[in-house]
């Protein structure tokens, strides 16, 4: 069965950092392109940014780049998050999900994060 | 970056009638390769969004086939042939033809 399971969310002032894991089972995450996508409270669903299964291919959405990192360990089956510079805007429920089949066909969803910016 | 229009953003339906979601893209959704990557999801109230239709039509696994999408270009539905109780949630249609991916901003359904 497969499952992603994300971790790290909380309470962290602006300019602040934290860092999201997701761990992945049941399939081989080596080869699967992954995404963070995230919801901020009561509003809908924005991609954050994305890593293929060939780590080169890294992408990040224009409200994100040059704060988050996006990464992955294929030995630990896991995605990575890493914010910076976090500013309120950034509160949300962090999500990763999986690609099949490319064109961001996002078949399976962890559970989320919840990031709260705040001081 | 495309813009996806849904409508309504609220449906209030009675168990056991059809429901129906629009969504509308800025451009067409039609790809090189001759795919439309257009794909509906459902979050119920407190969970992470599940996908129910792929590249317009397809149904995910798992999914009732009381849910059907159809469309094409850049009109696209969402159809429930009878709603159901756990139907409530919010629908989101999403397109993953242009970079960056983008989501409509939701439809809520409810039980009148």
């Known amino acids: 069965e497969v499952q992603l399971v994300e971790s790290g969310g909380g309470l962290v002032k602006p300019g602040g950092s934290l860092r999201l894991s997701c761990a992945a089972s049941g399939f081989t995450f080596s080869t699967y392109t992954m995404y963070w996508v995230r919801q901020a409270p009561g509003k809908g669903l924005e991609w954050v940014s994305s890593?293929?299964?060939?780590?080169?291919?890294?992408y990040y959405a224009d409200s994100v780049k040059g704060r988050f990192t996006i990464s992955r360990d294929n030995a630990k089956d896991s995605l990575y998050l890493q914010m910076n510079s976090l500013r309120d805007e950034d509160t949300a429920v962090y999500y990763c999900a999986r690609e099949q089949g490319g064109h961001y066909l996002w078949d399976y969803w962890g559970q989320g994060a919840l990031v709260t910016v705040s001081s | 970056d495309v813009v996806m229009t849904q409508s309504p953003l609220s449906l209030p339906v009675t168990l056991g009638q059809p429901a129906s979601i629009s969504c509308r893209s800025g451009?067409?959704?039609?790809?090189?390769?001759?795919?439309?990557?257009l794909s509906w999801f459902q979050q119920r109230p407190g969970q992470s969004p599940r996908r129910l239709i792929y590249k317009v039509s397809n149904r995910d696994s798992g999914v009732p086939d009381r849910f059907s999408g159809s469309g094409s270009g850049t009109d696209f539905t969402l159809e429930i042939s009878r709603v159901e109780a756990e139907d409530v949630g919010v629908y989101y249609c999403?397109?993953?033809?242009?970079?960056?991916?983008?989501f409509g901003q939701g439809t809520k359904l409810e039980i009148k």
């Open positions: 890593i293929g299964s060939d780590p080169k291919y890294i």
């Open positions: 451009q067409s959704l039609v790809y090189s390769d001759g795919n439309t990557y």
């Open positions: 999403m397109q993953g033809t242009h970079w960056p991916p983008t």
